[in-house]
């Protein structure tokens, strides 16, 4: 692990970090924010949206001051494998390939050498996080934004002991269900749609909820509300599956990291006092 | 005036307007945030620094949270005039031209028909906002980072009645003194000296002291604080001309925004306070 940057942020620090990812086998970035003081600290996994870096929440989230005061490691992940020889979309989209992996194994080729971002989240990631930085692993979070809303509540769903909180901000809850997900999913898992549901949070809580109560915001002036999120499909399959949850519908909110800085705090505050 | 984009942040609004702007001969970006509730609210000018745009703060800085919490409204101009016909360094450097107005009336050729950023951030665009947002004009303060420290302080001392309050971060406090500063004036003012310490607020406080008390965040691990923006210099002649002043030295803090971040909340308590 190299360490890229190091900036001192409400008197903990900011890192940027790189290493060789073998299950991406590339290159990958990660961002690490860490409070002030000596640990071990809880630590909160933040799943970006489509197109993003490991760079987007640490610059316009807002959520170092928070952590700061509440001694909470977050780790930001970038968002698909990323370097020379691995394959994007054709026609450069910005919702598959690269800054879209989808928080899952693919197992179609071309994409399935290096598009295993369910494995390096769940698995390489966290290891690394326990081995190189002072926190109590067995009190970790998961959450994210959009693309890293869906992963956040399937990597939550499929590991709750793992990853014992979640939450969302205007996640894709159901994408074997919207254009995002169906595009993502055909090309990534193939046209077999018994593969899609292990990828799929409105699937896998019908199936398995878990024992923690999920926290939704959802902004309600959010363009893609209606095509790509539908976040009632999450809570009404959740609802039936007796899974706790809350859904926020935050009235004229958008999309934008603007939305998620007006309620991170919330979010910090929600993980930090379940775990 | 024309909103080129208008998002909901903590309550209120962030909104990026575009004004064809007469000091400046081209037309120019400005974002404002205006909390929620109906005013009129006393209101900021953030100054920002070299190569930024009216972006850079109010994504990164996480003001909106209390601003939103104190009524305030904030400003945010470009750092530059722009667009077509606007000259800019002949080898494009990011210390002088486009994304550099240095906050002040240039009066050599090339830069005298579009460089006037002293008179938009003084006169035009406070008139504008004046005339469009709900803002008590009486109660206004300014504040900015490294270029756009030392333009909140020159536009103070120079303006103390019209600009009531003062703060900065890491502000190039004696721009005659220092490379970017003597880049800047030569080219924008021409070799006579006498001119520069009209924007110089080193100078300014030694021959005119407000009555505010300024205040100043400077980070002790700013790589631009040894030879450019020497803090020091100005609160020498700041306490032998009976300037107020207070100034911290942040240990450990950078240049960047996450320094600013972590202490903008001090600073727009100050400005409230004081207003």
């Given amino acids: 692990m190299e360490q890229k940057s190091s900036v001192k942020s409400f008197g903990g620090t900011q890192g940027v970090y790189s290493h060789a990812s073998t299950a991406l086998s590339c290159d990958m970035n990660f961002a690490v924010y860490l409070p002030e003081g000596n640990g071990p600290f809880p630590v909160l996994y933040w799943l970006s949206g489509l197109t993003c870096t490991e760079e987007n929440f640490i610059t316009k989230a807002g959520a170092q001051r928070v952590a700061s005061e509440l001694g909470l490691v977050i780790v930001a992940p970038d968002t698909s494998p990323r370097g020379e ?3 994007d979309d054709p026609e450069g989209a910005y919702d598959f390939g690269l800054g879209a992996g989808f928080y899952l194994n693919a197992t179609q080729e ?27 692993a ?9 693309m890293g809303g869906h992963g956040a509540m399937t990597i939550h769903l499929k590991n709750p002991d793992k ?9 894709i809850v159901a994408p074997s269900q919207v254009p ?6 055909s090309n990534y898992l193939g046209s077999n749609e018994s593969a899609w549901a292990e990828y799929d949070a409105t699937a896998l809580v019908a199936k398995q909820p878990s024992k923690a109560e999920i926290l939704i915001d959802q902004g309600a002036a959010d363009n893609f509300l209606v095509e790509q999120l539908k976040p009632q499909l999450f809570a009404n399959a959740a609802s039936e599956a007796g899974q706790a949850y809350v859904l926020r519908m935050q009235d004229g909110y958008d999309h934008s990291y603007y939305f998620i800085a007006s309620f991170i705090e919330d979010h910090l505050r929600w993980h930090a006092e379940r775990l």
Same sequence: chains 1, 2.
């Fill in 110 to 136: 071309p994409w399935s050498k290096h598009y295993k971002m369910y494995d390096y989240s769940t698995q390489e990631l966290p290891a690394l996080i326990a081995k190189e930085f002072p926190v109590d």
């Fill in 180 to 185: 995002w997900g169906k595009k993502a999913f």
């Fill in 138 to 146: 067995g009190r970790a979070g998961v959450f994210g934004h959009s």
């Fill in 85 to 87: 020889g691995v394959p």
């Fill in 163 to 171: 990853f014992k909180t979640c939450s969302a901000f205007s996640p």
